[in-house]
T-cell receptor, first 111, second 114 residues
Framework: GQSLEQPSEVTAVEGAIVQINCTYQ??????LSWYQQHDGGAPTFLSY????GLEETGRFSSFLSRSDSYGYLLLQELQMKDSASYFC????????????FGAGTRLFVKA | DAGVIQSPRHEVTEMGQEVTLRCKPI?????LFWYRQTMMRGLELLIY????????DSGMPEDRFSAKMPNASFSTLKIQPSEPRDSAVYFC????????????FGQGTRLTVV
């Protein structure tokens, strides 16, 4: 089976940098994704890491260490609009390509 | 493409009634997923389809839940009979085949069973 663990809440101030960690256990691992969800909205894709290392997309970066079954999402120059829930997810090829999500980290950005 | 389209956006029903949620995936996407989101349980995968065929329904909570995908452009999730504990936001998502493809979510159906 699969399980993902991430902190339930993180609080940071505008302009700061925040890191949201995710550890996972899967029967077959094919990559770690990150999604953002604002209150009342749908999850939207942020990034995907299949190989070890850092992927950068603007203010957001995502890191993966396959040997440690660990990844993180790094948000820089935080803005109020970044207040949302962030989910890590793994894609499991067992029988298909299902995507399993972690419980989500609620990020509060304060002025 | 207009993205994944779900209907209705909100549904309020009485316990014991049948509820049908609808989803139109993005054209050309091979996979369709149904998720349920609650504060307590997060985003749970209920069932997913590949090329209209159900692949894994192990997340469907009970026999009261059923899902169909009669063609590539339409899927339904049915709850019969509904119970208050079914109250949640139900999301449909679609993806292309492949390991590094993102899931596109619909706006969800907020179901309240009273």
């Amino acid at each position: 089976g699969q399980s993902l663990e991430q902190p339930s809440e993180v609080t940071a101030v505008e302009g700061a940098i925040v890191q949201i960690n995710c550890t996972y256990q899967t029967s077959g691992f094919y990559g770690l994704s990150w999604y953002q969800q604002h209150d009342g909205g749908a999850p939207t894709f942020l990034s995907y890491n299949a190989l070890d290392g850092l992927e950068e997309t603007g203010r957001f970066s995502s890191f993966l260490s396959r040997s440690d079954s660990y990844g993180y999402l790094l948000l820089q120059e935080l803005q109020m609009k970044d207040s949302a829930s962030y989910f890590c997810a793994v894609r499991d090829q067992g029988g298909g390509f299902k995507t399993i999500f972690g419980a989500g980290t609620r990020l509060f950005v304060k002025a | 493409d207009a993205g994944v389209i779900q209907s209705p956006r909100h549904e309020v029903t009485e316990m014991g009634q049948e509820v049908t949620l609808r989803c139109k995936p993005i054209s050309g996407h091979d996979y369709l997923f149904w998720y349920r989101q609650t504060m307590m349980r997060g985003l749970e995968l209920l069932i997913y389809f590949n090329n209209n065929v159900p692949i894994d329904d192990s997340g469907m909570p009970e026999d009261r839940f059923s899902a169909k995908m009669p063609n590539a452009s339409f899927s339904t999730l049915k709850i019969q009979p509904s119970e208050p504990r079914d109250s949640a936001v139900y999301f449909c998502a679609s993806t292309l085949a492949g390991l590094n493809t993102e899931a596109f979510f619909g706006q969800g159906t907020r179901l309240t069973v009273v």
